[in-house]
C-alpha cells in the first residue's frame, strides 16, 4: 500500500512540474498557429488583401474564437466599467469587438509578408505571456500576447506592440471619452468609428 501511495505521489508530481512546460508550449503554439494561419491564407489569395469585408471575415473565423473581448474591454474601461449597465457593457464589447477585428485587418494587409518568430514565454498564475517578433523588415517588431487560461483554453485578453499595450492604449481613449461625455458618449464613439 505504501509503494502504491509512492507510486501514485511521483507520477502526480511528474504532471505537476510537466504542466507549466505543456501551457507555455501550448501557448505558444497557438499563437504561431493564429499567426501562420491567417498570413498563409491571405498569401495565397492576393484579392484577399484588398477587400476590408474578406479580410475582417477571415480574422473573425480565424482569430475571434483565440481572443477574449470581454476581459479586453473590462480592462480598457478600467474603473468605468462598473459605470456602463449591463445592456451597456454587452453593446461596449460588440462595438469594441468590431473595432479592433477591423483594426486588425487592416494591418494584415500591410503585414502579410512579415513572418512570425516565438521568441518564448512566461508563466504567471494562469497568465501567460508569449514574446514573438514580426521579422522580414530591416528591423524586427515585438509583438507580446497576454493569454489566459479559461475553460480550458487559452484566450488572449492583451497584445503588446513594441512596449505599447493595446488595453493601455484604449484606457486612455475611454477614460477620456467616459469622462467628457459618459458612457453613452464612448459608444456613440465607437459606433461612429464603425460605421467608417
Known amino acids: 500500500m505504501a509503494s502504491l501511495r509512492v507510486v501514485i ?3 502526480l508530481s511528474l504532471f505537476v512540474i510537466a504542466l507549466p512546460a505543456l501551457a507555455q508550449n501550448s501557448t505558444e503554439d497557438l499563437v504561431r498557429r493564429m499567426a501562420i494561419d491567417v498570413t498563409a491564407e491571405v498569401r495565397k489569395n492576393p484579392d484577399l488583401a484588398q477587400s ?9 473565423r480565424r482569430l475571434m474564437p483565440h481572443f477574449n473581448f470581454e476581459r479586453i474591454t473590462k480592462l480598457a474601461m478600467g474603473r468605468n466599467w462598473s459605470k456602463a449597465s449591463p445592456a451597456e457593457q454587452r453593446q461596449i464589447v460588440s462595438e469594441f469587438s468590431k473595432l479592433l477585428v477591423r483594426t486588425y485587418s487592416n494591418a494584415l494587409a500591410s503585414l502579410k509578408d512579415l513572418d512570425v518568430q516565438v521568441r518564448d514565454s512566461r508563466k504567471n498564475g494562469n497568465d501567460v505571456t508569449v514574446r ?3 521579422i522580414g523588415r530591416a528591423k524586427p517588431v515585438s509583438i507580446d500576447y497576454s493569454l489566459e487560461s ?14 505599447l499595450s493595446l488595453v493601455t492604449t484604449y484606457r486612455d481613449d475611454f477614460n477620456g471619452m467616459i469622462s467628457s461625455s459618459g458612457v453613452e458618449g464612448l459608444i456613440a464613439m465607437l459606433k461612429q468609428k464603425n460605421g467608417k
Request: proline letters at 0%.
Open 9 to 11: 505521489f511521483a507520477i
Open 52 to 60: 476590408q469585408t474578406q479580410l475582417a471575415a477571415l480574422v473573425e
Open 132 to 134: 514573438t517578433q514580426m
Open 150 to 163: 479559461a475553460g480550458g483554453s487559452w484566450r488572449v485578453y492583451d497584445v503588446t506592440v513594441e512596449g
